[in-house]
């Protein structure tokens, strides 16, 4: 069975600063991939960045970066320029590549961007 | 493109009533599932459609929970009765497929359930 911890119950920021939220896995998988998702007040959960285990080069999408060890079993994300709309829970996942696999998330972090 | 629709987007019952929410997923999407989401909780799944087959369900309490997807389109989940403690956020996702590899999933806005 897959765990994901997040050890950060509630972050903050400030507007423009960088953040990084932390995440860590464990699996006996070799293959599998990693995801970070955003849920505002508004509840949609948003796809914000994912992460192949097999790619050793780390994922990017706009001010969003991770940091992938896999040897430590860690996913951590980096949110550069942070804006107010960045707000929101931020929420790890892993799923394993095999077929029937499930989509495990971790408990989750309150971040909040303050002006 | 429309994303993942769910109605309602709140629901109040008495305990011990009926409920059902509805889910219709992105288009052309054969994975559809359900995820239930405790206040401060990740989502945990429930079920997961692919196609018409229900192909994980083990973490549906079968008592008094119930899911149908009989088109392979749009989905419904019934709780019958609800309970206190059923009072949750019901998350609906879909995903292009379900086998081997992983397809991102996405997710509706989700059903904010209270039982009184």
């Known amino acids: 069975a897959q765990t994901v911890t997040q050890s950060q119950p509630e972050m903050s920021v400030q507007e423009a600063e960088t953040v990084t939220l932390s995440c860590t896995y464990d699996?006996?998988?070799?293959?599998?991939?990693l995801f970070w998702y955003k849920q505002p007040p508004s509840r949609q959960m948003i796809l914000v960045i994912r992460?192949?285990?097999?790619?050793?080069q780390n994922a990017t999408e706009n001010r969003f970066s991770v940091n992938f060890q896999k040897a430590a079993k860690s996913f951590s994300l980096k949110i550069s320029d942070s804006q107010l709309g960045d707000t929101a829970m931020y929420f790890c996942a892993f799923i394993a590549w095999t077929s029937g696999s499930r989509l495990t998330f971790g408990e989750g972090t309150q971040l909040t961007v303050n002006p | 493109e429309a994303g993942v629709v769910q109605s309602p987007r709140y629901k109040i019952i008495e305990k011990k009533q009926p409920v059902a929410f509805w889910c219709n997923p992105i288009s052309g999407h054969n994975t559809l599932y359900w995820y239930l989401q405790n206040l401060g909780q990740g989502p945990e799944l429930l079920i997961r459609y692919e196609n018409e087959e229900a192909v994980d369900d083990s973490q549906l309490p079968k008592d008094r929970f119930s899911a149908e997807r009989l088109k392979g389109v749009d989905s419904t989940l019934k709780i019958q009765p609800a309970e206190l403690g059923d009072s949750a956020v019901y998350l609906c996702?879909?995903?292009?497929?379900?086998?081997?590899?992983?397809?991102?999933?996405?997710f509706g806005p989700g059903t904010r359930l209270t039982v009184l």
């Open positions: 996702a879909s995903s292009l497929s379900g086998g081997i590899g992983v397809d991102t999933q996405y």
């Open positions: 699996t006996s998988e070799s293959n599998y991939y």
């Open positions: 992460q192949e285990a097999y790619k050793q």
